[in-house]
């Protein structure tokens, strides 16, 4: 990488991060602020570097962004290796969050799916049997939105194809929710 790519990824990137609807955000995190000011909890799952961010996300609620507040209930689907590894090797690497959808999410929680690409299976199976649980459903993807374009109630596309440029996007994304719920609290 020389700095002529370091200046066009630092564009990429930058553009990506500009072309996110703000409106979006607000509605989103205000959304998500009323059903946690109920009670409900927020659920986040993805793969690889999308399982990193969403663990990163629920520490955010759990812990605190920017402010003291009281915890807030969020949770990693992939942070329990013993049931990851149950469910994958009893049911398949598919099911992996379905499964654990139907056991902790009830009517109200949120549950927020992140796939670059939009077509992880697992991820497409879980937002589909929270729906079906009646959670509020909300992914991010990359351009395409892939698989998951319509599955759930709301869909953050990231205007890239570029795999790291959508994780930052989607991490930025993932604080200001944090910073939008925080203050409602």
């Known amino acids: 990488m020389d700095i002529k790519s370091i200046k066009d990824y630092l564009k ?61 209930p969020a949770l990693a689907l992939h942070a329990n290796t013993s049931v990851l590894t149950a469910i994958s090797n009893d049911y398949g690497y598919d099911h992996v969050y379905s499964r654990q959808i139907e056991a902790f999410a009830h009517e109200g929680d949120i549950v927020i799916g992140i796939s670059t690409s939009g077509n992880s299976e697992n991820v497409i199976r879980a937002i589909d049997k929270a729906r079906e649980l009646g959670c509020l459903t909300i992914v991010f993807t990359g351009k395409s939105g892939g698989k998951l374009a319509n599955k759930a109630q709301y869909i953050l596309k990231v205007d890239s194809t570029r795999t790291s440029i959508i994780q930052e996007v989607h991490i930025a994304v993932g604080h200001m929710l944090s910073k939008i719920v925080e203050d409602r609290l």
């Open 12 to 72: 990429d990137g930058a553009d990506a991060r500009l072309s996110v609807d703000p409106e979006f955000v607000y509605t989103l995190g205000e959304e998500i602020a009323k059903r946690m000011l109920k009670g409900n909890k927020l659920i986040l799952m993805g793969n690889g570097g999308s399982a990193a961010d969403a663990q990163h996300i629920a520490a955010e609620f759990v812990c605190r962004f920017e402010k003291e507040r009281r915890p807030m």
